[in-house]
Structure formats: structure tokens, C-alpha cells
T-cell receptor
Framework: KNEVEQSPQNLTAQEGEFITINCSYS?????LHWLQQHPGGGIVSLFM???GKKKHGRLIATINIQEKHSSLHITASHPRDSAVYIC????????????FGKGTHLIIQP | DAGVIQSPRHEVTEMGQEVTLRCKPI?????LFWYRQTMMRGLELLIY????????DSGMPEDRFSAKMPNASFSTLKIQPSEPRDSAVYFC?????????????????FGPGTRLTVL
């Protein structure tokens, strides 16, 4: 089973700062997903990556397949970005091929 | 569309009781997923359906868990008998594409979750 590590586990930053959250995995994958879980518990699917980079608003996700690593960047961070960001990788196969990271708890202070 | 609807939002039950969680996916979505989230294990995919047919239940923890999708607008996850270690938040999600293997469109829509507490 794939091992997924996220760093940092917790991050507190000031409004406006550039944020980077990292995700590393141990086994080759077919896709990597970034999810956002709001303080109330709701989950939003942000990105799916299999190569390269994707951008949506102030969020940018990159993946390096050779290094088995992905990063999620937030530019001009805002308190409403405060959430848990979860990385998930699919190593092929079925449901048991999907592995989630433990999440990065981000707090943006005004 | 109202999004993915789950009921109940909270459930408290005693060990040994049967628990049924319900989900209504977004209309037109062919794929439905059930997840469980705990502090210890994080998020886990339990089972997913395509066009009402269970495709993969390899994430279901044991025989006490079962899921059905009798039609395109309704699914249930049942635990019988329930145990305290089943306490978790259970999420249902739906999508147009399999999502797992990176198919496009790549967005999965999650319901608000059901918080289950088994005493």
C-alpha cells in the first residue's frame, strides 16, 4: 500500500503570505488529488493531477512524478483559506488503491 | 441542484444496534462513493458504485458493513451490528467520472457527512 506523507502537519501564517503544503508518496500513482476540508467538516475536491501543474484562482498544484512529490501553493492567503488540506493518491486497482494523507491544518490569521 | 444530501447528520446509537446511513447523489452523476473519516485513520474509501452497481468494495472493513444503491438517486450504508470502533464521520460523494484514475471531469462532490457515535 502507498505511504502518503504530508508536511507540515500544522501551519499558521499571516494573511497575504505565500503558502506551500507538500505531499510525498512511496509508490507510483495514476492520479493525485488535493482536497480541502472546511472547519465545519465539509470537503471540497480541489485538483486532480497526473502530471505538470494546475491553477485555479489563487491555488496552484504541481506534481513531480519522478520524485513522487506534489505541492499545493496558495498565493495571497486569506483567513477563509483556513482549512485542512488533504492529499490523496491512487496507485491503480480499485478502492483499496486509494490512500489519503493525514492532512495539513492551515490557519491564516488576519 | 442541492448537492449531495446525507441523512441523518448525526446518529448516536448503542453497540449492537443496526445503523443505516442514507445518501442522495447529485442528479446525473454516474458514480457514488462512500468514505469514512476517523482521527486515527483519516479518510478511507469504503465502496463505490457506477450506474447503481457496486464496482469495488475492497475498502469495506468487514462483513458487518453493507451498501446498496437501489436506484440512481439513493444509496444506503448499513452497519449491523454496530461497534464503538465504527464511530466516525461517514461521507458520501458523487461524480460524473470515476475520479479515482484521474478521469475528467475531475471533480468529486462531497455530502456534509453523517457523524456516527456508537456507545
Amino acid at each position: 500500500k502507498n505511504e502518503v506523507e504530508q508536511s507540515p502537519q500544522n501551519l499558521t501564517a499571516q494573511e497575504g503570505e505565500f503558502i506551500t503544503i507538500n505531499c510525498s508518496y512511496s509508490v507510483g500513482i495514476s492520479a493525485l488529488h488535493w482536497l480541502q476540508q472546511h472547519p465545519g467538516g465539509g470537503i471540497v475536491s480541489l485538483f486532480m493531477l497526473s502530471s505538470g501543474k494546475k491553477k485555479h484562482g489563487r491555488l496552484i498544484a504541481t506534481i513531480n512524478i519522478q520524485e513522487k512529490h506534489s505541492s499545493l501553493h496558495i498565493t495571497a492567503s486569506h483567513p477563509r483559506d483556513s482549512a485542512v488540506y488533504i492529499c490523496a493518491v491512487h496507485s491503480g486497482g480499485g478502492a483499496d488503491g486509494l490512500t489519503f494523507g493525514k492532512g495539513t491544518h492551515l490557519i491564516i490569521q488576519p | 441542484d442541492a448537492g449531495v444530501i446525507q441523512s441523518p447528520r448525526h446518529e448516536v446509537t448503542e453497540m449492537g444496534q443496526e445503523v443505516t446511513l442514507r445518501c442522495k447523489p447529485i442528479s446525473g452523476h454516474d458514480y457514488l462513493f462512500w468514505y469514512r473519516q476517523t482521527m486515527m485513520r483519516g479518510l478511507e474509501l469504503l465502496i463505490y458504485f457506477n450506474n447503481n452497481v457496486p464496482i469495488d468494495d475492497s475498502g469495506m472493513p468487514e462483513d458487518r458493513f453493507s451498501a446498496k444503491m437501489p436506484n440512481a438517486s439513493f444509496s444506503t450504508l448499513k452497519i449491523q451490528p454496530s461497534e464503538p470502533r465504527d464511530s466516525a464521520v461517514y461521507f458520501c460523494a458523487s461524480s460524473l467520472a470515476p475520479w479515482l484514475a484521474g478521469a475528467n471531469p475531475d471533480t468529486q462532490y462531497f455530502g456534509p457527512g453523517t457523524r456516527l457515535t456508537v456507545l
